[in-house]
């Protein structure tokens, strides 16, 4: 590979990949860890096999996720942006013939609700998005730093390190970017202060430990766009002045791991990491630091301590990370979304990125959309964009009138219920009503969920993730855990709520970290908003949703059942008994709930319904 | 020298004090666990917390690792914090009802109930023992395994450790190995509180009727002692 010594070298060697390239159709496959495990990889092999004889004509790309995790595998063909969903090997075949013949593959195209959608910005989970951090990821091989080159990759590097750092840093400011790891920090800021810090040695680190269930947008910029990351971090490490340069990713990623350290020998080769970049004078070296796993080293002093070698546990601030971080020097710490987001801003200018969003919270912010809606994905959309948008435009939410509420912010975030949908998605409102924007979970409930029930299985996550270092957290969740256990079995008082409200509101309060300062919210956010259903458990013994265990059982309606012996078949405790094409029942005393005869009878003759419970 | 308010009394604090030095040297008294002189700290026991800044913008920090900063003003015993310190309190007692430290400091606060279901465990996981072989001892024999609910203090892999000269430190240390004298009622989670009445509280060992206050009966001891005697005989 040549090596790139100035901007202009870069440039030249843009124009010659551009140049190289033949007007050909590029089928870009969703290859990301979502993808491969639906079985990309093997349509990707099947698209090889059917294109083999028209390399001429078709070049195949396999790409990071395309974000439309419901439609894996996906192919979009370019330049047309046919989009394919679903796709099966057998499938690749018909791709290609109908690629040759300048035709549509009729049946494999997007369908919903009776219409189909043949391009990808007709299609309604993209229509209302704004991809500018991830919409690259189709056009881009994540292991060949050519494709992001010729996307006009490392040309805001190149304009940066042509600026001064306090140009740059004052750029971020006024673009307004606030840090997407959750805290919304002004990123500019957070710059300026490390920046000021006396010391000639400082350091940055990229945040990829993305810890939350359920959220995994950071995976897929790593994963698609490893280059995208490398160049938010020379332009960052750049403005604050650090030469050494860490990511910090779980080792639970490891195609993500695999595409970074790709990325930085690539980049490493062609000059734009290293010594001298561009010719600018500004070295920098990235490291790769891999988590073991826990959830509460996505904090930035648990994370320095874990680089550290050390225990990852949070340190009580001050001193903040940025005046005594890594090895006791000043550090600097961002996350993948917030460091994607700096080329785009020095590349297009802070006015263009400020017109983005709200008055107080800039730019597109990715969600990972889960849950009850039919369009499971990454979503990437301006902030200030209604909930009611992203659930039931993007989103496709099933039935408008059973959704019940929405989970935001990961396991420490809290649920927000369809009376305020209207809210827009911006750091100050999700704060407002209870919620936090944290990594950009979104899980949509609908009325088979019991909310005390999701205060408690969140919950059992943070009394396990707690580093136990701070006894508010520690036994604070653990006590929160123990209540709504017992209130999701029966055994819940009234005075428990109260307990409860005082409880989240001192943990809130008097943690260390950011951990135990979100942790109650789950918990406080159901209680205010279905406060009905704690009470509906504890007075009641009602489990409205039928799902806490202890307060349901398994019926089976005598007139709907067949006597077709499934449910008995597939009964791991022999608890249903009956003879074949007579009516079966279920011997209450044998059955664990386990819920096998509800999922398999065909015929809907297996119910739940509330048991009488005796007060404990 | 930064100029600090604190709990209204303006004072020039030396460089590197910290709140709780500050509070300490005036005499104003601030509850504190895993705080120890001699040891790096910690601020994980969260019971010397006080408020900072007034109005909305307050918010309470530990007071053992903030450092007094020039026109900081603090206040120790906001009912915020009494009531964040108390719930704090019944968390860790609730864990361990057994500790004597933590029963007198129980009196002390005026904590009166226990909502939370009592564990008897032996340890509060303040850390003082790890530090303690660590920083004083020069060991490193223990220290925290696992994390969230499993955590807790060991030697490596659970085995006895070559690094460990039994010299005792992480007992002497521990607030929460010195037992609590039984009281009036031993079945609950709480003691009989005699703190209050007569300080200092449970004295190692004392005679029937030599109570350093001059007392007889008010925490019980003596004459359930007495009784037992009697019995006895």
């Not at chain 1, 020998?265 to 490291?287: H, M």
């Not at chain 1, 992203?390 to 219920?417: H, M, R, W, Y």
């Not at chain 1, 908003?529 to 089976?556: D, S």
Request: overall charge neutral; hydrophobic content about 35%.
């Amino acid at each position: 590979m040549v090596k790139l010594f100035t901007s202009g070298q870069l440039e030249k060697f843009r124009q010659k990949i551009l140049a190289n390239k033949p007007g050909k159709r590029s089928i870009s496959i969703s290859c990301g860890t979502c993808g491969q495990a639906r079985g990309a990889l093997k349509v990707a092999e099947a698209f090889k096999e059917a294109a083999k004889a028209h390399k001429d004509k078709i070049s195949i790309k396999l790409t990071g996720c395309h974000g439309f995790c419901e439609a894996e595998p996906n192919v979009i063909i370019f330049p047309e942006e046919i989009f394919y969903r679903n796709l099966k090997p057998e499938d690749a075949e018909i791709v290609v013939k109908s690629i040759l013949d300048g035709d549509i593959a009729d049946g494999l195209i997007y369908r919903e609700n009776g219409n189909s959608f043949i391009h990808v910005h007709e299609i309604p989970f993209y229509k209302k998005q704004m991809r500018i951090l991830s919409g690259k990821n189709p056009l881009i091989d994540p292991v060949n730093i050519e494709d992001y080159i010729a996307q006009g990759g490392y040309k805001a590097m190149a304009k940066a390190l042509c600026k001064k750092p306090e140009g740059i840093i004052e750029e971020i400011i006024s673009a307004g970017l606030r840090g997407r790891g959750g805290a919304g920090f002004s990123t500019g800021r957070k710059w300026e202060i490390t920046r000021s810090q006396k010391g000639d040695i400082k350091y940055l680190i990229c945040n990829a430990d993305e810890g939350d269930p359920g959220a995994y947008m950071d995976r897929s910029l790593l994963e698609g766009n490893p280059n995208l990351i490398i160049e938010g971090m020379i332009i960052a490490a750049y403005a604050i002045g650090a030469n050494e340069s860490w990511v910090y990713v779980r080792n639970e990623y490891p195609l993500a791991v695999e595409n970074v350290t790709a990325a930085i020998k690539q980049a490493r080769e062609l000059g734009l990491l290293g010594e001298d970049i561009l010719g600018s004078g500004f070295d920098l070296n990235i490291k790769i630091a891999k988590g073991a796993g826990a959830f509460v080293c996505g904090e930035e002093t648990a994370l320095i301590t874990s680089i550290e070698g050390k225990r990852g546990i949070p340190k009580q601030r001050p001193p903040f990370p940025a005046q005594y971080g890594l090895f006791g020097k000043p550090t600097n710490i961002n996350n993948v979304e917030t460091l994607a987001n700096i080329p785009v801003i020095i590349d297009k200018g802070a006015d263009w990125f400020a017109g983005i969003g709200t008055k107080t919270s800039k730019g597109t912010k990715i969600f990972s959309l889960v849950g009850n809606v039919r369009n499971t994905g990454l979503v990437e959309v301006p902030m200030g964009i209604t909930l009611r948008e992203v659930i039931f435009d993007i989103g496709g939410a099933l039935n408008s009138e059973t959704v019940k509420a929405v989970q935001i912010g990961g396991p420490s975030g809290g649920c927000i219920p369809q009376e305020l949908f209207h809210l827009p998605v911006d750091y100050e409102s999700l704060t407002g009503a209870g919620a936090i924007m944290g990594s950009g979970g979104m899980i949509v409930m609908d009325e088979n969920t019991c909310m005390v029930d999701i205060a408690r299985y969140f919950t059992n996550f943070l009394q396990e993730e707690s580093c136990g270092k701070c006894s508010i957290c520690r036994e604070g969740t653990q006590r929160m855990h123990e209540i709504l256990t017992d209130i999701t079995e029966g055994r819940g008082k009234e005075e428990d709520l109260d307990l409860l409200k005082d409880l989240g509101s001192v943990i809130k309060d008097a943690s260390m970290c950011g951990l135990g300062q979100t942790a109650p919210n789950p918990m406080l956010s159901t209680l205010e908003y279905f406060r009905n259903e704690y009470i509906a458990h504890i007075k009641e013994k009602r489990c409205h949703a039928g799902i806490c265990k202890a307060l349901i059982q398994y019926l089976i309606d005598p007139k709907k059942c067949t006597g077709c012996g499934l449910c008995k078949k597939n009964c791991p405790q022999q608890a249903v008994e009956g003879e074949p094409k007579k009516p079966y029942s279920i011997l209450q005393e044998k059955c664990i709930k386990c819920g096998v005869c509800y999922d398999v009878c065909k015929f809907n003759a297996v119910g739940k319904e509330n048991r009488e419970v005796k007060n404990a | 020298m930064p100029k600090i308010t604190i709990d209204g009394i303006d004072f020039d604090a030396p460089k590197g004090w910290t709140i709780l030095d500050t509070a300490k040297f005036l005499g104003l008294e601030i509850p504190t666990l895993c705080y120890n002189e001699g040891l790096t700290v910690w601020g994980g026991c969260r019971l010397c917390i006080v408020e900072i800044g007034i109005g909305e913008q307050s918010k309470i920090v530990t007071s053992c690792t903030y450092l007094a900063e020039e026109g900081l003003i603090v206040r120790t015993a906001t009912k915020r914090i009494i009531e964040a310190r108390k719930m704090i309190l019944e968390l860790l007692i609730s864990q361990c009802p057994t500790s004597k430290i933590l029963q007198d400091m129980a009196a002390k606060m005026g904590l009166n109930q226990v909502r939370f279901k009592p564990k008897w465990e032996d340890c509060i996981y303040c850390g003082q023992c790890v530090r303690m072989c660590e920083e004083q001892m020069m060991a490193k024999a223990i220290g925290f395994a696992n994390r969230g609910n499993k955590l807790k203090i060991t030697t490596p892999f659970n085995v006895a450790s070559e690094e460990c000269r039994r010299c005792g430190g992480c007992m002497y240390i521990c607030p929460a190995c010195t037992l609590r004298c039984e009281g009036p009622k031993p079945e609950n989670v709480l003691c009989g509180r005699c703190y209050n009445e007569l300080q200092p509280t449970c004295l190692d060992s004392f005679d029937n009727y030599s109570c350093w206050m001059g007392l007889k009966g008010e925490c019980g001891t003596c004459e359930r002692e007495e009784a037992e005697k009697k019995k006895g005989v």
